[in-house]
């Protein structure tokens, strides 16, 4: 459901959002649905949010195999989203991942 009011506000703003997943990415994973469900919400809300109109984001999903030291094959599901929004300066990229922090609090009443 929350997937859908991304999607009308990409719309109202004639934003595109693709999804290319590789093929080894399967419907079914085992895992906590809900989380994962939040960081979608949180990575595509932010690129709507910060992509001009008639834009386009792109949510990429890719499914990383690696052995383990005593040889087990261990999955990584990683994601990345690619948009043509404002961007964030390099500077700013040690702060993203610390709690209840912006990068840029100037730009918090510019885009909604």
Do not use: W
Request: aromatic share 8%.
């Amino acid at each position: 459901k929350s997937m859908d009011v991304l999607a009308v506000l990409a719309n109202e703003k004639k934003v595109d959002i693709l999804m290319d997943f590789d093929p080894d990415v399967t419907s079914l994973i085992i895992g906590d649905s809900y989380r994962l469900q939040q960081i979608f919400i949180n990575l595509l809300g932010n690129a709507v949010k910060f992509t001009p109109e008639g834009g386009e984001i792109i949510l990429k999903g890719v499914l990383k195999s690696t052995t383990t030291v005593d040889g087990n094959i261990e999955d990584e599901l990683q994601f990345s989203v690619r948009d043509n929004g404002i961007g964030i300066p390099t500077e700013s990229e040690a702060k993203l991942f610390h709690l209840f922090s912006q990068c840029d609090t100037s730009t918090t009443r510019m885009y909604r």
